[in-house]
């Protein structure tokens, strides 16, 4: 008889924790929004992370939820303050706390958040919180420095492919290979195996954003959950968009071109023409190589390391793999 998954478990041991944990009270336009945006769910992949790297070498992962719910909740105030700067009007179908609030709620909430995660990260192993505290702050860091990076793109005539996924690299990445080493940390883990936890996670990540940037346009609509397509509507510079400006020659060029040039245009006819156009110059399977080659890299960094939990070893496999094959 095989034993049963553990991620279930964890995750309703994670749920609770954040609808126990009391983030504050008054003033509530401050808190409210903090409850609010937690509230709306998500899959929960980074503490998840945490939790599950802890375990491939203790057994009571609920010792750590304090730190791993740290993850979610500065991974959460990120996205408040990203909404603000996308003007995104819905997070996860819902309003986002700047439209049902409003910015500045949403800039100082967001602020208490960032509080709130140090706080939860004090509930660490005294005997770990210095390298753990240090580590959570390069990562912060990182975070902070790939979305400026993100956002100078927006406004430069060529971004090219290195560049693009070094930023990918700090605005999303990271925070996977900073979960995955916090939980292995806490656990009592060896250096080596932090590392190689650190860069799986990293490597992985990486996979994870260049399959998004796919998903957004070749996606089952019904599947997808959101416009297909929007990237191309937007013009952003995804690593689809980077290949097929440097690719692009002639005719197909000037097309190219013309499309990300007009300001006025019918969304379904320029997805359909970019689309038809990554397509001839075979961007989606330039795309799924390069994510490919990070999955792969990461998978052989995971093999590497020293676990002592089977049980958990299979399920962060599974939680992995099942991002890779994910068609949302």
């Given at each position: 008889?095989?034993?049963?998954?553990?991620?279930?478990?964890?995750?309703?041991?994670?749920e609770n924790f954040l609808a126990e944990e009391n983030f504050g009270d008054s003033p509530k336009e401050l808190y409210q929004p903090i409850r609010y945006i937690l509230s709306l769910g998500g899959k929960r992949i980074r503490p998840l992370l945490a939790l599950l790297s802890y375990g491939l070498y203790q057994d009571d992962p609920e010792k750590i939820l304090g730190p791993a719910a740290a993850i979610e909740v500065f991974h959460n105030?990120?996205?408040?303050?990203?909404?603000?700067?996308?003007?995104?009007?819905?997070?996860?179908?819902?309003?986002?706390?700047?439209?049902?609030?409003?910015?500045?709620?949403?800039?100082?909430?967001?602020?208490?958040?960032?509080?709130?995660?140090?706080?939860?990260?004090?509930?660490?192993?005294?005997?770990?919180?210095?390298?753990?505290?240090?580590?959570?702050?390069?990562?912060?860091?990182?975070?902070?420095?790939?979305?400026?990076?993100?956002?100078?793109?927006?406004?430069?005539?060529?971004?090219?492919?290195?560049?693009?996924?070094?930023?990918?690299?700090?605005?999303?990445?990271?925070?996977?290979?900073?979960?995955?080493?916090?939980?292995?940390?806490?656990?009592?883990?060896?250096?080596?195996?932090?590392?190689?936890?650190?860069?799986?996670?990293?490597?992985?990540?990486?996979?994870?954003?260049?399959?998004?940037?796919?998903?957004?346009?070749?996606?089952?609509?019904?599947?997808?959950?959101?416009?297909?397509?929007?990237?191309?509507?937007?013009?952003?510079?995804?690593?689809?968009?980077?290949?097929?400006?440097?690719?692009?020659?002639?005719?197909?060029?000037?097309?190219?071109?013309?499309?990300?040039?007009?300001?006025?245009?019918?969304?379904?006819?320029?997805?359909?023409?970019?689309?038809?156009?990554?397509?001839?110059?075979?961007?989606?399977?330039?795309?799924?190589?390069?994510?490919?080659?990070?999955?792969?890299?990461?998978?052989?960094?995971?093999?590497?390391?020293?676990?002592?939990?089977?049980?958990?070893?299979?399920?962060?496999?599974?939680?992995?793999?099942?991002?890779?094959?994910?068609?949302?």
């Amino acid at each position: 008889m095989t034993k049963k998954s553990p991620t279930h478990e964890l995750l309703s041991n994670l749920e609770n924790f954040l609808a126990e944990e009391n983030f504050g009270d008054s003033p509530k336009e401050l808190y409210q929004p903090i409850r609010y945006i937690l509230s709306l769910g998500g899959k929960r992949i980074r503490p998840l992370l945490a939790l599950l790297s802890y375990g491939l070498y203790q057994d009571d992962p609920e010792k750590i939820l304090g730190p791993a719910a740290a993850i979610e909740v500065f991974h959460n105030f990120t996205l408040m303050h990203d909404d603000i700067m996308d003007e995104a009007p819905l997070r996860r179908g819902k309003a986002t706390v700047h439209e049902k609030w409003n910015s500045n709620v949403a800039i100082l909430s967001g602020d208490v958040m960032l509080i709130r995660a140090y706080d939860l990260l004090l509930k660490s192993d005294h005997q770990y919180l210095p390298e753990v505290i240090q580590r959570f702050n390069k990562t912060a860091a990182e975070v902070c420095e790939g979305q400026q990076l993100d956002m100078n793109f927006e406004t430069r005539d060529e971004v090219h492919e290195e560049e693009y996924l070094s930023m990918i690299r700090l605005k999303t990445a990271v925070l996977l290979g900073h979960a995955l080493e916090l939980g292995a940390l806490l656990a009592g883990a060896s250096k080596s195996d932090l590392e190689n936890l650190y860069e799986f996670g990293v490597n992985i990540g990486i996979g994870f954003q260049l399959k998004d940037d796919l998903l957004d346009i070749f996606a089952d609509q019904a599947k997808f959950g959101k416009q297909v397509g929007g990237d191309i509507i937007s013009n952003k510079k995804t690593f689809l968009l980077i290949k097929a400006l440097e690719i692009a020659k002639g005719e197909d060029l000037k097309e190219l071109m013309y499309w990300l040039s007009i300001k006025e245009f019918d969304k379904t006819e320029k997805v359909d023409a970019v689309k038809a156009l990554y397509e001839k110059l075979g961007i989606r399977q330039l795309t799924e190589e390069k994510m490919d080659h990070y999955f792969s890299k990461g998978f052989d960094l995971f093999e590497s390391i020293n676990y002592q939990n089977p049980v958990f070893h299979e399920t962060l496999l599974e939680l992995t793999q099942g991002l890779i094959h994910r068609e949302k």
